[in-house]
């Protein structure tokens, strides 16, 4: 499990149970910054206390089970993947997620986000943001790619297909 499904489970219960993030947060004794980037996706370490306190609080718990192999393809790892090929040091799956969430390119990852962009094939790039996009609002991880693809100069081919998502 995916920190941004984690994110998107809780955001999903607390408005299930009418509850602001302000509310959540005094409740677990948590800044309200900290569940807005919880349920962004954004918070890298929340630490197992601090996320059982929150699932808890909303009536949820966190389970270990084994993991189920599915054959659906894995779209953010190929994406990294593909972006990192021709470089030493590799684009991670938490940055390529951060930054699709964000819109903000990670430090030293200008490279990598463009070789994603401008070699990667359209349904790697596809999945990818139908993967990510699950977490956030419609449209806001297209937007953001194409905000990086903008900056970044990519084609004005694949500047037309983001648009039309």
Wanted: proline share 5%.
């Amino acid at each position: 499990m995916r920190i941004q499904e984690l994110g998107y489970r809780i955001r999903k219960a607390r408005r299930a149970r009418g509850l602001t993030q302000a509310q959540l947060a005094r409740t677990v004794s948590l800044s309200r910054t900290t569940i807005n980037q919880l349920e962004n996706g954004l918070f890298p370490d929340i630490g197992v206390r601090k996320a059982q306190a929150a699932l808890e609080a909303l009536g949820l718990e966190l389970c270990i089970r084994p993991a189920q192999r599915t054959r659906r393809p894995d779209y953010v790892r190929m994406a990294c993947s593909s972006a990192s090929v021709s470089y030493r040091e590799k684009l991670s799956e938490g940055e390529l997620v951060r930054a699709l969430l964000t819109g903000r390119i990670p430090p030293r990852r200008r490279p990598h986000l463009r070789m994603l962009l401008e070699e990667s094939p359209f349904d790697v790039l596809k999945g990818t943001l139908d993967e990510i996009g699950k977490y956030a609002r419609p449209g806001r991880v297209a937007g953001n790619l194409l905000a990086i693809a903008e900056s970044l100069g990519s084609s004005r081919k694949l500047q037309r297909w983001l648009a039309s998502f």
